[in-house]
């Protein structure tokens, strides 16, 4: 498993949901009481999340935390 590759792909994962909510990088932030400049990590596969962001990034998407997690390991060609 390359651990870089992982984050990568699951930020863009978070990206992809935030997008398609019509949500920005300063809602999101202010929603889950989170920097804007950590969330941005994330998309970017910077950052390394804890479980309990994650809970507050899935609840403040409006989607479960299983749901956040469900992602392809895999990029898309």
């Not at 930020?11 to 989170?34: D, T």
């Not at 994330?42 to 899935?58: D, M, P, Q, T, Y």
């Amino acid at each position: 498993m390359n651990e870089e590759n992982t984050l990568l792909l699951f930020g863009k994962h978070i990206k992809s949901i935030r997008l398609q909510q019509n949500i920005s990088q300063e809602r999101l932030a202010s929603l889950s009481e989170l920097d804007r400049t950590y969330i941005s990590g994330i998309e970017r596969g910077k950052r390394n999340i804890s479980l309990l962001n994650i809970v507050r990034l899935a609840y403040s998407l409006q989607i479960t935390p299983a749901e956040l997690l469900s992602f392809s390991l895999e990029e898309n060609p």
